[in-house]
């Protein structure tokens, strides 16, 4: 069985999204790049060890084949990084397959329109007289 590669793709939205990938194949005028289980990385504080964090790349179904086409692709670049991919893997063991909590029975009813209402309104007229006394 031939190794997984797992790589880091730049696309030209911006975004960086580390997959598996699994095929680059001709259609017609189009190149195809597939691939499996894309999470996309996103930037935290740089001074804490680990200045990246995974989240999932797509809102639904973010698990299973997907297929871009290469000029949506700015650059691709195989991971050989053992805490990246050690991340990578960990994401879909502890994230993905983790059972959804169940809402709490004791979220409810917390109160009704109009009383938010005046309370907003309350707080907007105490701001804008103390910003008429400034």
């Not at 996309?40 to 639904?60: E, G, N, V």
């Not at 000029?71 to 063991?93: A, G, M, P, R, W």
């Not at 004791?106 to 907003?120: A, C, E, P, R, S």
């Amino acid at each position: 069985m031939e190794e997984k590669k797992v790589a880091s793709i730049k696309l030209v939205s911006g975004e960086e999204i580390i997959c598996t990938l699994l095929s680059i194949s001709k259609d017609g005028p189009y190149t195809i790049v597939t691939i499996k289980d894309p999470v996309r990385i996103d930037i935290r504080d740089r001074r804490k060890k680990k200045s990246y964090t995974l989240t999932d790349w797509l809102m639904f179904r973010n698990d299973g084949m997907h297929d871009i086409e290469v000029s949506k692709i700015i650059t691709v670049n195989e991971i050989d990084d053992i805490e990246l991919l050690h991340s990578y893997d960990n994401y879909f063991k502890n994230t993905l397959n983790a059972p959804k909590p169940r809402a709490s029975k004791k979220i409810g009813f917390l109160g009704n329109v109009n009383d938010y209402k005046k309370t907003l309104e309350k707080i907007y007229k105490d701001l804008d007289s103390y910003e008429r006394n400034a």
